[in-house]
């Protein structure tokens, strides 16, 4: 490990988050939009500023906070399909990166003697043990490794608290970043223990906890204002659920996309949820915030079949966008009415599956697919590639990536990139 530089030892003294940072899941509005300007239309080896590699493979998203990339990995079984070695030697990687060069500053390992699911089958092996993102207030940096825990570090990786929220293991693993809520550090731990519960992100201690009702839920909860009054999503199987995020009360919940996989976030426009789930058993539809009780007969405004597995929707001026992973297509429907504008392949020549969830920057969307690259859209209601930019390495890229200061930081499943202007 690097020694700890001062400049950074300075930066990690700051706090709390500034508008320069990315400091959760799909940045620091939640939704992939960024305000951020000069990003890269296309890039290659020579626009990486730095690359780093890590400990292990992931397919968490970096966060920014105080002049460092936070981030996961893991290592020790379940890097190689036909050889996954020990799962005993199965350990998370909590990683703090220098943002000035890509020096490793600290990596916290974490272990558990909580029994994983094997590395096999058709989607543990698709993304592997650390997909949550991490979340940032500035002061403290919080992990969630699924049945290895939450974990709560300061900025300079001394570690103030964990805390178990499950131990059941799925077949698929896990997906699902915590958030932040004023005091609360709210996870969805349906998959692990059944429940949605709300830590003090303090000391780590429950709040509260809605246990049950959470069937097929991988999303990371969104969180909504409603009339003056804030409203936290969860998307399951079956039901769209609304509840008090300072108390866990259920305010409303509506009849919602039933499927295996609802693993994409909740996009929310001037008191509407868009919901996207699995093609098919699914599809997607738009939700007005708001009422009590069940809702399902006052509140849909409308349900269409095309959807998505796993990569989040966008709201852009009227507009909603997606990428379906089953048919490797982008997607665009009227806000209003979901009407469909356009659903065109990605590439002719074959199906590119996107796991990421998209980021919207000046007028383009940036897609990163698992293995063929960024695909760099127009946002605009009429189909427009314009950047297709190879992968900067052969391994798999799931993660969404961070946006600060004109510049990229993307991660794949051996290397952390720093693409854009050089600093």
């Known amino acids: 490990m690097h020694p700890f530089p001062l400049l950074a030892a300075a930066a990690l003294s700051l706090s ?21 300007t000069g990003l890269p239309l296309t890039w290659g080896e020579p626009d990486v500023a730095w690359k780093t590699e890590l400990p292990g493979p992931g397919s968490s998203s970096p966060i920014i906070v105080a002049g460092v990339v936070y981030l996961t990995c893991y290592s020790g079984y379940g890097s190689d399909l036909k050889e996954p070695g020990d799962p005993a030697q199965l350990t998370r990687h909590a990683l703090c990166v220098n943002r000035a060069d890509g020096r490793i500053l600290w990596d916290k390992a974490v272990k558990t003697d909580v029994p994983d699911k094997a590395y096999a089958g058709q989607y543990i092996t698709m993304h592997g043990y650390a997909s949550s993102t991490p979340v940032s207030d500035g002061t403290h940096v919080y992990f969630f490794f699924g049945p290895a825990g939450v974990h709560a570090y300061t900025l300079r990786g001394e570690e103030v608290w964990q805390t178990n929220v499950g131990e059941k293991a799925h077949d698929w ?18 998959l ?68 295996a996989e609802l693993c994409p976030s909740v996009a ?44 989040s929707p966008v709201y852009h001026e009227g507009h ?56 760099v859209l127009s946002a605009k209601p009429t189909f427009e590639l314009l950047a297709h930019n190879p992968p900067l390495d052969s391994s798999i890229c799931n993660a969404t990536p961070a946006v600060a200061d004109g510049q990229f930081y993307l991660r794949s499943d051996r290397f952390l990139y720093c693409v854009g202007k050089r600093r």
């Open 173 to 190: 693993g896990n997906g699902a970043s915590p958030i932040l809520y004023k005091n609360l550090l709210i996870v969805n731990a349906a």
């Open 16 to 36: 709390p988050v500034t508008a320069a940072d990315w400091p959760g899941f799909r940045g620091p509005t939640a939704d992939g939009r960024t305000a951020e």
């Open 268 to 311: 929310v426009n001037e008191g509407v949820a868009y919901v996207i789930g699995l093609p098919g058993q699914g599809g997607a539809m738009a939700v007005r915030l708001g009422g009590k009780g069940d809702v399902s007969a006052t509140h849909v405004l409308w349900e269409i079949k095309s959807g998505s597995n796993v990569s």
């Open 192 to 259: 692990e223990g059944d429940h949605l519960v709300a830590l003090d992100k303090t000391t780590g201690k429950v709040v509260w906890t809605v246990r049950g009702g959470l069937p097929a839920s991988w999303n990371t909860p969104t969180l909504a204002t409603v009339d003056g009054h804030e409203e936290l999503l969860v998307n399951a199987s079956g039901k769209l659920r609304a509840f008090d995020p300072a108390t866990g009360q259920e305010l409303w919940n509506c009849r919602s996309l039933r499927g």
């Open 320 to 375: 909603v966008y997606w990428a379906n992973d089953s048919r490797g297509s982008f997607h665009c429907v009227k806000a209003e009415t979901g009407e469909e504008v356009f659903a065109t392949p990605m590439s002719q020549e074959r199906r590119n599956r996107v796991f990421a969830s998209p980021i919207l920057s000046e007028g383009r969307f940036y897609y990163v697919s698992r293995d063929q690259g960024t695909f």
